[in-house]
């Protein structure tokens, strides 16, 4: 297992500049997801570290290797990609012996290492078969083991699940997943599905449209303390709210919004605020809690009208007009709610995040 | 109703119409190879003695021979050589790679005739074997592209870059990858060039030289001067050969899609 | 020295793969065509008589026997093309939609094996038959369909059947393509909201295979244009065409020079008419469109080659 290190990496196709300066660090031994919107270049990022194409100028370390130079079929990284990319004209057994045989391994080696790779997908029995012949699931799994067996220092993924139904998605997520754990290499999976990512990332990289690393962090980190309103945003369901800071102090802030007066948690690991600055206020929906009277222990409490309700299975939406105008996005549980109740939204300082204007 | 029946009908009609018009002169040509008598007006009996002078006449197998040759000779050139830049236009393509091709199916094949006539007389080399293969290997290059290009663009790319990422060269990938998968187009291309090559009359008009006979050259001069009958058996043949190639060629393969652009 | 030009070589190999795969051909071509075409185009620009750069051979096109050479020879293709149109359209059509689907490629092969023959070949085979002492000369002669004076070779029309014969292929393949790729479902539709057959032809199916028509126009015209054997031998040599000017040029003559001007000012010539009839076609068209309603694709008429 080792580390891969992308330092000042800059591509453009044609007139189009993908990746500008950019840098990033990929630690040993973990799951690593990319998450960003279709097109923002982190297709690029995984050809780059693959070794398929070659970055116009930045290095690429893998530990501390600089590869930059090597060609693909000289790294040890291994890709499973979209459309898996399996060989049609060769068997399963075929396929997944291929980077062993074009290696020159013999005989009895290839076939030793495969028949295992072959048990520890679930594979049995399907050694002969040509890949028209395989379902969704089966196909990846044979792209996987194509993979694995080359046992490479990474391994790269490139939105393998796009392909797949919602319940086949999950649990080959959840498959993914122990395997990483089993075997301790760096994976290095790019998705644009938010839920992916939270799943089975130890650390998250959001990117943006234009090919900028916005935030890295864990899961719980990205979600619950966003850094930008982008991150928030594609990260999941989220209210923003722009405003401007009134007053500040050690734990708190005043916050003066559209939608009244709010009182945030000042986070001191982040961005040093300043009063009179103006930011946005994010608040997950499922974070606030509606009730007919007003309850205590909050720190921030509105007033305001159900303006609409659709149910989404787990939760009821619900879409509350404050009494200011502006509405709010609020996932509850109770379903008792009817449209044009008169309600309180009520969240703590905690469930306010602060971000830049 | 009726004018269903109409146009059912009178498809049938063209259709038929058809056969007889593409088949006609092959059938007469046949049947009167096998004709005992000189003229060509009647029936005279089955005989074999056209196709034994056919092969006894020197100078009609020395022209099958040299077209044979010509033929495989080019054919090997044109589908190696077009095979390779399609494949290199994957990694390395300036705008003009695979354009400037296009010119050997554009232009009348006269041009391309005179041209290499004007080649081997300036550089004051003979001409026969060697600027018929030129000739017809450029040729070759004009159908061949074109088609290998749609069968190469048919081929997932992720194959190529999964190949690579697995740890082979571009060589292996080539070797383990690429021809594998087109095995059926390059069959196909092969058939066709060859079929163009044994076909063909300008550059073998031009570019042959007084040594080299050709199937083409032979024919030609011939019928200007008198009409044997053992042309008839000449002709069979040729056209018995291409069956047969035909054939082999729908018996190695599924030969659904193979007409697509020409 | 020898082991640092295989490194060299090796290396090449790996770094600019594609370039040295593409290398052969792109030599060969450059070598054997492009070049030496730009050098006989030099050559055209200077006679063997006078010296310096003159347009005296490209001039002497232009006159009396040449330019009616050429003009033969335009005649020629358009008609051939033409002729291969209302032969091969029809035929595509009739494959199309009156044959089983699993019998079509069988169909088309059968139909296109008598052309994979040689080229004179396939004339001799017309030349064979239409002679005056053969069958179907007979059989004519005998239904009083011909009198005994006459013959069907010499004869511009049978020129034109064989020249027909010759190219078909390459004009029924392009409109067949073009045709197969008809969506059933986009006919059914037209009968459905009320077209007759033939409606559904010329609003349909034509505007939708316009682009292989073109195609197809395109390489017969250019082909048939430096057509010279077929007129000669079946046709009794009794009019010059550009193929027979370029022959006497480069092969009789050896007259270089003089050839090369032919040559490029015969392709010259084709490549500017084609350029006409699509403009006129299209100015016909627009015209026309005032007064009847004309699907857009066929007003277009957008031959992507």
Redesign the interface.
């Known amino acids: 297992m080792k580390s891969v290190s992308l330092l000042n990496i800059s591509k453009s196709h044609g007139d189009k500049k993908i990746l500008d300066n950019l840098s990033l660090f990929i630690e040993a031994g973990g799951f690593f997801v990319l998450l960003g919107p279709s097109g923002c270049g982190k297709t690029t990022i995984l050809r780059i570290i693959a070794g398929l194409e070659k970055p116009d100028s930045g290095k690429v370390l893998l530990g501390d290797e600089d590869i930059t130079q090597q060609?693909a079929y000289q790294r040890r990284v291994n890709t499973v990609f979209q459309q898996q990319g399996l060989f049609p004209h060769l068997t399963v057994f075929e396929n997944i012996a291929y980077g062993l045989v074009v290696r020159g391994l013999p005989r009895e080696a290839i076939y030793e290492k495969v028949e295992r790779q072959i048990k520890i997908v679930n594979l049995l029995g399907l050694e002969k078969k040509y890949p028209e012949t395989l379902s969704g699931g089966q196909l990846q799994r044979v792209a996987l083991a194509r993979s694995l067996v080359m046992e490479p220092d990474v391994l790269l993924f490139d939105e393998p699940m796009s392909a797949l139904d919602a319940r086949l998605k999950e649990r080959m997520l959840i498959e993914c997943l122990n395997l990483q754990h089993a075997l301790k290499t760096t994976f290095i999976y790019i998705t644009h599905d938010r839920k992916e990512a939270l799943m089975v990332a130890d650390e998250i990289a959001v990117m943006n449209f234009d090919g900028k690393v916005e935030q890295v962090a864990a899961p719980k980190q990205v979600y619950l303390r966003p850094r930008s309103r982008f991150v928030a945003n594609f990260i999941g369901d989220v209210n923003i709210i722009a405003g401007v800071i009134k007053d500040l102090d050690q734990s708190t802030a005043s916050l003066q919004t559209d939608i009244g007066n709010l009182s945030s948690m000042v986070d001191a690991t982040s961005i040093v605020w300043s009063v009179g600055a103006r930011i946005f206020a994010s608040i997950r929906p499922e974070r606030i809690a509606l009730s007919y009277e007003e309850l205590s222990g909050f720190g921030n409490k509105l007033k305001g009208h159900i303006e609409s309700i659709i149910f989404s299975g787990v939760f009821m939406r619900y879409m509350v007009a404050t009494s200011v105008g502006t509405t709010l996005l609020v996932f509850e549980d109770n379903f008792s709610f009817k449209v044009g109740d008169e309600v309180f939204v009520h969240f703590h300082n905690d469930d306010v995040i602060m971000l830049e204007s | 109703m009726i004018?269903?029946q109409f146009?059912?009908w009178s498809?049938?009609l063209?259709?038929a119409f058809?056969?007889v018009?593409?088949?006609?002169?092959?059938v007469?040509?046949v049947v009167?190879s096998f004709n005992q008598g000189q003229?060509?007006?009647?029936w005279e009996g089955f005989s074999c003695k056209w196709y034994q002078q056919f092969l006894g006449s020197e100078d009609m197998v020395h022209a099958l021979s040299g077209?044979l040759l010509v033929g495989c000779l080019a054919t090997f050139?044109s589908v190696i050589?077009?095979l390779?830049?399609v494949?290199?236009?994957?990694?390395?393509?300036p705008w003009w790679?695979l354009e400037?091709?296009m010119?050997?199916f554009?232009?009348?094949?006269?041009?391309?005739a005179?041209?290499?006539?004007?080649?081997f007389?300036?550089l004051k080399i003979q001409m026969g074997l060697i600027s018929l293969v030129?000739g017809h290997?450029?040729l070759g290059?004009g159908t061949a592209v074109p088609l290998f290009r749609t069968a190469f663009s048919e081929l997932q790319h992720a194959l190529l870059d999964a190949s690579l990422d697995l740890g082979a060269?571009?060589?292996q990938t080539l070797r383990y990858v690429i021809l594998p998968i087109l095995k059926p187009s390059i069959i196909y291309v092969a058939f066709l060039i060859f079929?163009l090559s044994?076909?063909?009359?300008?550059i073998n008009?031009?570019c042959s030289g007084v040594g080299f006979p050709t199937?083409?050259t032979y024919?030609?001069t011939t019928?200007?001067a008198y009409?044997d009958p053992s042309?008839?058996a000449?002709?069979s043949s040729?056209?018995f050969l291409?069956?047969a190639?035909?054939l082999l060629l729908?018996l190695s393969q599924s030969?659904?899609g193979?007409?697509?652009?020409? | 020295m020898v082991q640092y030009v295989v490194y060299l070589v090796k290396k090449s190999?790996?770094q600019?793969?594609?370039?040295?795969?593409?290398m052969?051909?792109?030599i060969?071509?450059?070598c054997?065509?492009?070049l030496?075409?730009l050098?006989?185009f030099w050559?055209s620009l200077f006679t063997i008589d006078s010296w310096g750069v003159t347009l005296a051979n490209y001039v002497s096109c232009t006159g009396a026997t040449y330019a009616a050479a050429i003009y033969n020879s335009l005649v020629l293709a358009y008609l051939t093309a033409l002729a291969c149109l209302l032969?091969c359209l029809?035929?595509a059509?009739?494959?199309n939609?009156?044959?089983k689907r699993e019998l079509r490629?069988a169909v088309?092969?059968f139909?296109m094996?008598?052309s994979?023959?040689?080229?004179?070949?396939?004339i001799?085979?017309?030349?064979?038959?239409l002679?005056n002492?053969?069958?179907?000369f007979?059989i004519l002669q005998g239904l009083g369909l011909l009198n005994a004076g006459s013959s069907l070779l010499a004869n511009q029309v049978v020129t034109i059947v064989v020249m027909v014969?010759c190219y078909f292929p390459?004009m029924l393949?392009?409109i067949?393509?073009c045709i197969s790729n008809i969506n059933p479902r986009i006919l059914e539709a037209s009968g459905d909201l009320g077209a007759?057959?033939w409606q559904t032809f010329w609003r349909v199916i034509l505007p939708l295979s316009i682009k292989g028509i073109g195609s197809g126009w395109l390489v017969v015209t250019?082909?048939s244009?430096?057509e010279f054997?077929v007129p000669e031998?079946i046709g009794g040599g009794k009019y010059a065409y550009w193929?027979n000017l370029?022959?006497n040029n480069?092969?009789l003559l050896s007259d270089?020079n003089a050839?090369?001007a032919v040559?490029f000012f015969?392709?010259l010539v084709?490549l500017a008419s084609l350029l006409l009839i699509y403009a006129a076609l299209k100015l016909l068209l627009l015209v026309l469109s005032h007064f009847v309603t004309i699907p857009q694709k066929l007003l277009r008429l957008n031959f992507a080659d």
């Open positions: 060609p | 004018e269903k146009w059912r498809a049938w063209w259709f058809t056969i018009f593409v088949y006609a002169p092959v007469a040509m009167f003229s060509f007006g009647g077209s050139f050589l077009s390779l830049v494949v290199a236009s994957k990694w390395w393509r790679l400037i091709f010119v050997n554009v232009v009348p094949e006269i041009f391309v005179v041209v290499i006539l004007n080649i007389v300036f030129v290997t450029l290059f060269t571009y060589l079929s044994m076909d063909d009359f300008f008009f031009f199937v083409s024919v030609y019928i200007r009409v042309l008839n000449l002709s040729l056209f291409s069956l190639l035909v729908t030969i659904d193979i007409f697509s652009d020409d | 190999f790996k600019e793969f594609g370039f040295v795969l593409a052969p051909a792109v060969w071509q450059i054997f065509l492009l030496p075409a050098v006989l050559r032969f029809p035929l059509l009739v494959i939609f009156h044959i490629t088309l092969l139909l094996m008598p994979w023959t040689n080229f004179i070949i396939r001799y085979s017309w030349f064979f038959l002679r002492d053969g069958m179907l007979r014969y390459y393949l392009p067949y393509n007759s057959s250019l082909v244009f430096g054997a031998l193929g370029v022959v480069f092969l270089y050839g090369s040559i015969g392709i084709i």
